[in-house]
């Protein structure tokens, strides 16, 4: 019998075979043809993750830190070793209660797990620092870890210097090929945008192996794909922040800007725009509500008003105009030109000129006399070699571009402003096709449809200080280990204006800029000792208010440049909204000039004056109304809120009561920092609580608001 | 008699200790793999009996020694005792049910004091193939009788229900093993391709719509009467035949195969066998789980094994990620990696030329073993032999199959790998018994 099926046992030899050949087969489709396994079995055990470098630290002209890092510490738990932990103890010191807690570490377990060490506090207070660092050993689960984060030991040029910020979707986007990532941090504005690549540094990457809860088990392959992190460049910048200081505190309640160059390099001595905010605001734990804040704030503390604000730059214009006039021979020294009140040029009575007389040149500048530049901008106009006021235009305006108005300088900051020098073709829609010289005549004295920046003026001053060259404004000297980038080199090349205007020209004019400040209208603001030439500006402005334009109060515009015969500093000041150019922005500008020159002001009477400019308030009217506006805005709402609190608390006692209590004490810590360091004192302004920060919502305000959500 | 005891070692068979040792050492060393921590000290664990595979390190001693004595005793042992050890064996299953203990959800094991189990079920293997063998080769035994047949899968069958009502689908499925040694004894191939055809038909079911299903099969059935019309004119049976099967096949879809997985199998068994096919299970369906909602609501069931399991095998890629430089297997990814998934830590160290070498020292193994059985004078040592191959067989297709994705996951181990102490040891008697018959074969046994 058993010979009977013998055959039967190659049959079942043939099954096994059959069998595991199906098995190899799945085999080789698994392992020879199947790239997605490998991959899966990368994702699943390689956890990547990166080193940030510290940025680089941003130094002052005299080697002073004005933005650097610092160490702040996160509380970190993990949840899964929170058992036997005294979470009453631990709330009391956090201020929280224990719902509270409660409910983040519900959050965070949601978020990111029972076994992976979570973010529960994030940049503590120092105070808090304190007393958790004490306490710690008490709470299981719960460690102190450090990270760097950016401080501004001055507190200081927080439009210049920039913030850095978590990178959103659209950051990506753009800087796509970059290797940024969710959760990233970049420089947003100022030097810290502009000089991202040098700052950033080179992040690093390490590679751990986790395993199945996430928890890493120890170097992938022992760290042969790692790259190590690179800091960020040092860069040494040409501000000096005790200028800068001053001219922060000098601005104080007024809306405005100061810019001052080093004619020699170009080099930005300082650059205020006011208001300002102190830029150690946001870097805190509260930083986003505090950018949501300012961003919010009708002043725009956040807008660098030096660079990206355009002006009509008034008077000091009428210093360009001179030059090109005397260049080109329209007018000399001796000419003389009379003012009755108004320029009778045109016959339409305007510009109005304030001092009746007769003017040469010098005192032209000196007096600031409207009558004589429009004479001269018209002559220049009219003269015969121009077939049309066309290319009259074009002529006058190649003479203004080479002192770098109406475009963008190049500073190493972003969001420039180009400014307006006017060609014909931006006044066809007004007087068509065919323009007359007085139709453009406001431009002879800076208003009409030329606008520049601040910085450009200042670089007027600079290119008249140096009689006909620049460099190109900038903040940075150097960057240490190289620029690799080549971002400096635009700043090392010298420009020339327009060869044709001679040095003799230059002289006049610093001749009548001089006597601007020895007998002219900004006698006032004369430095004892030290020569200085400037010009003023008083700038007519309008506003719509209510959807009518208003006539507002003037801008006051002041350029100069000191010493004469050494010119070491180059400045424009503008102060919106306040009077003539001589009372407020000149000698604002004769202070910085002072401290400048001589590190400090010398001098009861002068130091004095600076006390005085400090409590000066000029907010613009507008700007007034749009903080009442919100102002009251807000106070409706609130009153609204707490109906409906009111309401609700009939309904549910319980659920509101627990929120506010926990929402309480995180509102607290927000409040020893100001918001805004200028702020006005609110006295005409309706306010809930004067003399605390107008630009945040106040304590008490924002605790409603939470808790009617 | 009396020189046999001198020399043990004739005419056994040496091949199959090589292969026996080789597989239990790469056992012992994918444990290790599984196992391993870099930070400790690796020799010291694996003395220290701590770790699995200090403690497989062990269990292979253990067998060792009874393999050594299983060598020293004498082959008529077995035949004599075969049918009493089958009915301790059953008796023992039996007792599990009193004094069981829950390890991992089955009640199968008995505690035998020492932190060691003992799984009835697992033995329960040997002496179903010793006692399967012993019946088939009675003299009054005529294989080709319906009847012998039906009592041959009554001795299979019986444990295989015992292991279900313990919940060990996995063991019971071991036991249609022995359809494999029945049917070298003559047992119908009809058989065979019935229930083939039968598990094709449940697949279908699975995995296409029950309606389109169904017109398939009555469009079939319609082909086959069609072509075969001038006989069914001839022969009334021959309709009646096709459309009896046609019934059978659509009440077998409609209604056998939801039945059984709705109320014979567990809410995760179910579940595992249509996440195999990528379906999901609907656990609201489940009898058993209805009864059981009110103790503990069914966690959603995946395919993580699965999944895990193929990932750590697909990143093995041709030559392997390296020997401990698996990151599935050091991240413990895979769940039960030491015992049912063991084949993963090979197939991602060693890849797939480690995975083909292995299979072939299996493959080897089995063709010797069938070597062996037709060479075997007597129908006892041959049945016995053939059942040893198709056990063996069974556990190694049915375990990579499984972490390959190619079954539903159900719990055996990998023979003579996985980390466990019963399933060595069944597998060592298995073997050795096999030895020791095989060594005998020149003696005139029934």
């Known amino acids: 019998m058993p010979v009977f099926n013998q055959s039967r046992g190659r049959i079942v030899q043939i099954i096994f075979a059959i069998v595991?050949?199906?098995?190899?087969?799945?085999?080789?489709?698994?392992?020879?043809?199947?790239?997605?396994?490998?991959?899966?079995?990368?994702?699943?055990?390689?956890?990547?993750?990166?080193?940030?470098?510290?940025?680089?630290?941003?130094?002052?002209?005299?080697?002073?830190?004005?933005?650097?890092?610092?160490?702040?510490?996160?509380?970190?738990?993990?949840?899964?070793?929170?058992?036997?932990?005294?979470?009453?103890?631990?709330?009391?010191?956090?201020?929280?209660?224990?719902?509270?807690?409660?409910?983040?570490?519900?959050?965070?377990?949601?978020?990111?797990?029972?076994?992976?060490?979570?973010?529960?506090?994030?940049?503590?207070?120092?105070?808090?620092?304190?007393?958790?660092?004490?306490?710690?050993?008490?709470?299981?689960?719960?460690?102190?870890?450090?990270?760097?984060?950016?401080?501004?030991p001055y507190s200081a040029?927080?439009?210049?210097?920039?913030?850095?910020?978590?990178?959103?979707?659209?950051?990506?986007?753009?800087?796509?090929?970059?290797?940024?990532?969710?959760?990233?941090?970049?420089?947003?504005?100022?030097?810290?945008?502009?000089?991202?690549?040098?700052?950033?540094?080179?992040?690093?990457?390490?590679?751990?192996?986790?395993?199945?809860?996430?928890?890493?088990?120890?170097?992938?392959?022992?760290?042969?794909?790692?790259?190590?992190?690179?800091?960020?460049?040092?860069?040494?910048?040409?501000?000096?922040?005790?200028?800068?200081?001053?001219?922060?505190?000098?601005?104080?309640?007024?809306?405005?800007?100061?810019?001052?160059?080093?004619?020699?390099?170009?080099?930005?001595?300082?650059?205020?725009?006011?208001?300002?905010?102190?830029p150690n605001y946001l870097t805190g734990s509260q930083n986003k509500r505090h950018l949501a804040d300012l961003l919010l704030d009708p002043r725009l503390p956040l807008n660098n008003r030096g660079l990206t604000t355009r002006y009509a730059p008034g008077s000091t214009f009428k210093t360009v105009v001179g030059i090109i006039g005397l260049t080109e021979g329209v007018v000399d020294l001796n000419t003389t030109v009379v003012c009755p009140g108004y320029f009778t040029g045109c016959g339409t009575g305007k510009p109005k000129c304030l001092d009746k007389g007769v003017f040469q040149f010098t005192d032209a500048v000196a007096h600031s006399d409207n009558s004589y530049f429009s004479t001269v901008y018209k002559r220049f106009l009219e003269q015969n070699k121009f077939p049309s006021t066309d290319s009259a235009i074009g002529a006058f305006n190649v003479y203004a571009n080479s002192f770098g108005l109406g475009h963008k300088l190049g500073v190493d900051l972003p969001f420039e402003k180009s400014g307006l020098i006017p060609t014909a073709s931006n006044y066809y829609k007004e007087f068509g096709r065919k323009l007359f010289p007085c139709n453009l005549i406001s431009n002879a004295i800076g208003q009409g449809k030329v606008e520049t920046t601040l910085v450009q003026l200042a670089n007027v001053m600079a290119i008249i200080a140096n009689k006909g060259w620049y460099y190109t404004p900038h903040l940075v000297d150097s960057i240490e280990g190289g620029d690799d980038e080549g971002l400096l080199d635009e700043f090392k090349i010298k420009r020339h204006t327009d060869?044709?205007?001679?040095?003799?020209?230059?002289?006049?004019?610093?001749?009548?800029?001089?006597?601007?400040?020895?007998?002219?209208?900004?006698?006032?603001?004369?430095?004892?000792?030290?020569?200085?030439?400037?010009?003023?500006?008083?700038?007519?402005?309008?506003?719509k208010v209510n959807g009518v334009m208003k006539k507002q109060p003037d801008h006051s515009f002041f350029g100069a440049f000191a010493p004469r015969d050494n010119p070491r500093i180059a400045i424009a000041v503008i102060c919106e909204n306040s009077d003539q150019g001589a009372r407020v922005a000149a000698p604002i500008a004769s202070l910085i000039v002072e401290k400048y020159l001589r590190d400090s002001i010398k001098g009861k009477e002068r130091q004095a004056m600076v006390e005085e400019y400090t409590n000066r308030v000029y907010l613009p009217p507008v700007m007034r109304m749009a903080i009442a506006k919100q102002d009251s805005l807000r106070r409706l709402r609130e009153n609204q809120q707490l109906l409906e609190q009111k309401l609700n608390k009939k309904e549910s006692d319980e659920g509101t009561d627990e929120e506010s209590i926990g929402e309480e004490p995180t509102e607290q810590s927000v409040t020893p920092a100001a918001p805004v360091k200028k702020a006005p004192q609110p006295k005409p302004l309706p306010k809930k609580k004067p003399g605390t920060t107008p630009a945040a919502l106040t304590n008490d305000d924002r605790k409603y608001k939470r808790t009617a959500r | 008699?009396?020189?046999?005891?001198?020399?043990?070692?004739?005419?056994?068979?040496?091949?199959?200790?090589?292969?026996?040792?080789?597989?239990?050492?790469?056992?012992?060393?994918?444990?290790?793999?599984?196992?391993?921590?870099?930070?400790?000290?690796?020799?010291?664990?694996?003395?220290?009996?701590?770790?699995?595979?200090?403690?497989?390190?062990?269990?292979?001693?253990?067998?060792?020694?009874?393999?050594?004595?299983?060598?020293?005793?004498?082959?008529?042992?077995?035949?004599?005792?075969?049918?009493?050890?089958?009915?301790?064996?059953?008796?023992?299953?039996?007792a599990t049910f009193v004094l069981g203990k829950n390890i991992n959800g089955s009640k199968s094991w008995i505690p035998i004091g020492g932190g060691f189990n003992l799984q009835p079920a697992e033995l329960c293997k040997i002496f179903t193939a010793l006692a399967l063998a012993k019946f088939i080769s009675r003299q009054e035994t005529d294989f080709s009788k319906l009847r012998s047949q039906l009592i041959a899968g009554l001795i299979a069958a019986a444990p295989a229900l015992l292991s279900i009502l313990q919940h060990e689908l996995g063991l019971a499925l071991v036991y249609s093993a022995f359809l494999v040694a029945m049917y070298r004894e003559g047992l119908p191939a009809q058989i065979l391709i019935v229930g083939s055809s039968?598990?094709?038909?449940?697949?279908?079911?699975?995995?296409?719509?029950?309606?389109?299903?169904?017109?398939?099969?009555?469009?079939?059935?319609?082909?086959?009467?069609?072509?075969?019309?001038?006989?069914?004119?001839?022969?009334?049976?021959?309709?009646?035949?096709?459309?009896?099967?046609?019934?059978?096949?659509?009440?077998?879809?409609?209604?056998?195969?939801?039945?059984?997985?709705?109320?014979?199998?567990?809410?995760?068994?179910?579940?595992?066998?249509y996440s195999m096919v990528g379906k999901e299970y609907d656990c609201s369906q489940n009898k058993k789980s209805e009864r059981k909602a009110g103790e503990k609501a069914a966690r959603k069931p995946d395919d993580y094994n699965v999944r895990q399991s193929k990932i750590a095998i697909g990143s093995g890629g041709?030559?392997?990620?390296?020997?401990?430089?698996?990151?599935?297997?050091?991240?413990?990814?895979?769940?039960?990696?030491?015992?049912?998934?063991?084949?993963?830590?090979?197939?991602?160290?060693?890849?797939?030329?480690?995975?083909f070498v292995f299979l072939c020292i299996y493959l080897f193994l089995l063709f010797r073993i069938v070597k062996i059985a037709e060479r075997q004078r007597s129908t006892f040592s041959r049945v016995y032999a053939y059942s040893v191959a198709s056990i063996l067989f069974f556990h190694i297709a049915v375990n990579v199959s499984m972490t390959i994705g190619l079954f539903p996951i159900v719990g055996i181990p990998l023979p003579l790998i996985s980390y466990g102490g019963s399933s060595l040891l069944t597998f060592t008697i298995l073997i050795f018994v096999l030895l020791r018959l095989d060594a005998d074969r020149q003696m005139v046994l029934r």
């Not at chain 1, 043809?33 to 991959?39: D, H, N």
């Not at chain 2, 001198?6 to 056994?12: A, H, K, L, R």
């Not at chain 2, 060598?71 to 050890?85: E, H, P, Q, R, V």
């Open chain 1, 157 to 278: 040029a927080g439009n210049v210097l920039g913030y850095i910020r978590e990178v959103d979707t659209a950051y990506l986007r753009i800087h796509k090929d970059e290797g940024y990532q969710m959760g990233d941090y970049a420089g947003m504005t100022g030097l810290e945008r502009y000089y991202e690549k040098v700052l950033m540094g080179q992040r690093g990457v390490k590679n751990f192996i986790r395993d199945n809860k996430s928890r890493i088990q120890g170097p992938y392959e022992n760290g042969i794909y790692d790259t190590a992190a690179v800091a960020g460049k040092n860069i040494h910048t040409s501000l000096d922040v005790e200028l800068q200081k001053l001219g922060e505190k000098l601005m104080t309640n007024k809306v405005g800007s100061i810019v001052a160059i080093d004619p020699k390099t170009g080099g930005i001595l300082c650059m205020v725009s006011a208001p300002t905010y102190n």
């Open chain 2, 318 to 355: 041709l030559t392997g990620r390296g020997f401990l430089k698996g990151t599935q297997t050091r991240g413990k990814y895979v769940p039960e990696q030491h015992t049912d998934f063991i084949f993963t830590s090979l197939g991602e160290a060693f890849g797939f030329v480690g995975c």
């Open chain 1, 20 to 152: 595991f050949l199906v098995i190899i087969g799945q085999l080789i489709n698994l392992q020879l043809f199947s790239v997605k396994y490998k991959l899966a079995a990368e994702n699943n055990a390689i956890l990547r993750k990166v080193v940030y470098p510290d940025r680089g630290i941003i130094f002052d002209r005299k080697g002073r830190a004005i933005l650097e890092n610092t160490i702040s510490y996160d509380l970190v738990v993990i949840p899964s070793e929170t058992k036997g932990l005294d979470t009453a103890s631990l709330c009391g010191l956090l201020n929280i209660d224990t719902a509270e807690y409660k409910k983040r570490i519900r959050d965070l377990i949601f978020k990111n797990g029972y076994v992976k060490p979570s973010v529960f506090e994030p940049l503590l207070t120092n105070e808090m620092f304190a007393r958790l660092n004490e306490n710690i050993y008490k709470f299981p689960g719960f460690s102190l870890t450090e990270r760097s984060v950016r401080t501004y």
């Open chain 1, 499 to 543: 060869n044709r205007i001679p040095e003799s020209v230059f002289n006049s004019v610093q001749d009548g800029m001089q006597a601007v400040v020895e007998y002219g209208t900004a006698v006032r603001s004369k430095i004892p000792d030290i020569i200085m030439c400037g010009k003023t500006g008083t700038v007519e402005n309008y506003a």
């Open chain 2, 1 to 94: 008699m009396n020189n046999r005891n001198n020399t043990i070692s004739q005419g056994v068979d040496w091949t199959i200790i090589w292969l026996y040792a080789i597989l239990v050492s790469i056992g012992i060393l994918c444990i290790f793999m599984v196992e391993y921590r870099i930070d400790s000290n690796w020799l010291q664990s694996f003395l220290g009996g701590k770790t699995n595979y200090s403690k497989q390190l062990i269990f292979a001693g253990v067998c060792a020694i009874v393999a050594t004595f299983i060598l020293l005793t004498d082959s008529k042992l077995f035949t004599a005792f075969a049918n009493l050890m089958y009915a301790s064996g059953i008796l023992l299953m039996l």
């Open chain 2, 198 to 273: 039968f598990a094709v038909l449940v697949v279908a079911t699975l995995i296409l719509d029950p309606n389109v299903l169904a017109i398939s099969l009555t469009v079939i059935a319609g082909i086959i009467l069609l072509l075969l019309r001038k006989q069914a004119k001839k022969s009334k049976r021959l309709m009646v035949l096709v459309v009896g099967i046609w019934l059978l096949c659509v009440g077998t879809q409609r209604f056998v195969v939801p039945y059984i997985f709705n109320n014979v199998l567990e809410c995760y068994q179910s579940t595992r066998i």
